[in-house]
């Protein structure tokens, strides 16, 4: 009786590609964000952090070219491949990512595409044209990217024309050059930050923060994680808080809490906090994060609009749900996810948001509204629909050290951009926060 040979082994890096090929298409076709995309099809397999990483790295870099690299594929291919050719796309797009941005060897990038178009039934009939393809690119992709406006084919028509009407065509073209590259990673510490700063390698920002450079360790892998001295929040998210001044002793309710960056800024500030959120998952993560930094605050899972949660706070914040388009640095798939459409949408729920909250706020307290959003219509404008739809409230205009730079803007608010500068550090998120005092 003959024995039968072992099944050959996989190519290193087989198993990786074919998830981030599944991955993309999940954020493609579900709409996912690329965290919550590599989550979902990750799960079910045994995979170290660094090859999570990497999966997210190819993604994340594929859409932050993505113009760049449909250009090029488009002078490759004659005409777009049909429906049924399964991920044929996703591959050859993921592979061009590693070729032009990523300095995979070639060998190793196409091969690993080839191999794993003809393990789908469909994308196996188009392995050859992949092939193909991806075999000129090689031979000349730096020289295929020279002379493209890289910066404007990396952002959809739609939003370089919001850009350009709200904020003018220079500073669109700033705002866009910002998200061209992989942003640093911002810190916030329980404690005093400075005995960090030459321990992880970074730079103090003016909030307390410390930044580090991209291309750091895996976050789990870096020193204080796993014993909570820090949590990771982008600068710009950080200045909501400072609008409400010291809040040692005070009790303050935070609305859309998750993931609870801003809980825990109030938490280790002194701040008697009650976190809001309506999705289990996130709460969860929410409570994840409490647990490993061990700060405290009371957590409520549920809709903000039909809760019975009673009483007044002496202070409210209300991170209100938004399209997110200044965080487009971080999340660069969010341009090629979202429509203009949602927009509206989103500004509908936020008033019904910020009049919901208004009515926690104790007289003589304070409501912060915030948006991680650079469209007035979910910043300026609904300050203004506020204000004077409730006489209650008015601007306690916004001041102080931790500020950025001509942030302030004259009617008392805070307006961020991502091409700002911020200490020795650039770039943040583009974010926009009004501090509103409920008159006694």
Not at 137 to 151: M, N
Request: charge should be positive.
């Amino acid at each position: 009786m003959g024995v039968s040979a072992a099944p050959p082994a996989e190519p290193q890096g087989l198993q990786v590609r074919r998830l981030a090929c599944d991955a993309l298409q999940a954020c493609l076709t579900r709409r996912l964000t690329v965290e919550d995309a590599v989550q979902d099809v990750t799960r079910p397999h045994t995979l170290d952090e660094r090859d999570r990483a990497l999966i997210s790295s190819m993604l994340l870099t594929l859409f932050r070219h993505r113009g760049e690299i449909d250009a090029v594929l488009g002078r490759f291919l004659d005409k777009q491949l049909p429906r049924k050719s399964g991920p044929a796309r996703e591959i050859l797009t993921l592979a061009a990512a590693q070729l032009l941005f990523l300095e995979v060897p070639p060998h190793a990038a196409i091969d690993l595409a080839v191999r794993t178009a003809k393990m789908d039934h469909n994308a196996r009939h188009f392995a050859g044209l992949i092939n193909a393809v991806l075999r000129k690119l090689a031979a000349t992709g730096p020289e295929q990217l020279r002379g493209l406006d890289a910066v404007r084919l990396n952002t959809p028509d739609w939003l370089w024309a919001r850009w350009a009407r709200n904020y003018g065509n220079e500073t669109t073209r700033r705002i866009a050059t910002s998200h061209a590259s992989r942003p640093g990673l911002d810190l916030s510490f329980r404690e005093d930050p400075a005995p960090w700063v030459e321990r992880l390698g970074g730079v103090s920002l003016p909030n307390g923060q410390i930044r580090l450079p991209a291309g750091h360790a895996p976050v789990p892998e870096l020193p204080g994680f796993r014993e909570g001295a820090w949590w990771i929040q982008d600068a710009a998210a950080t200045l909501p808080v400072h609008l409400l001044g010291d809040v040692r002793g005070r009790r303050v309710l935070d609305l859309c809490a998750a993931p609870g960056g801003k809980a825990m800024q109030l938490a280790a500030l002194g701040a008697e906090v009650t976190a809001v959120d309506v999705s289990e998952t996130r709460v969860a993560r929410l409570s994840r994060n409490l647990a490993r930094t061990g700060l405290g605050a009371g957590i409520r899972t549920g809709d903000i609009l039909k809760s019975t949660l009673s009483g007044q706070w002496d202070a409210v914040l209300l991170d209100a749900p938004c399209s997110a388009t200044g965080t487009i640095r971080r999340h660069p798939e969010l341009p090629w996810l979202r429509q203009e459409s949602q927009i509206a949408e989103m500004v509908s729920l936020q008033r019904s948001l910020l009049q919901r909250a208004a009515d926690w706020v104790r007289p003589g307290g304070l409501l912060v509204y915030c948006s991680c959003s650079l469209e007035p219509e979910e910043g300026e404008w609904q300050a203004r629909w506020f204000l004077e739809s409730d006489p209650r409230f008015a601007v306690a205009p916004a001041s102080g050290n931790v500020l950025p730079a001509g942030s302030v803007r004259p009617e008392g608010w805070v307006r961020t951009l991502p091409c700002m500068d911020y200490g020795a550090a650039s770039g943040m998120d583009g974010f926009f926060a009004v501090a509103l005092r409920r008159m006694a």
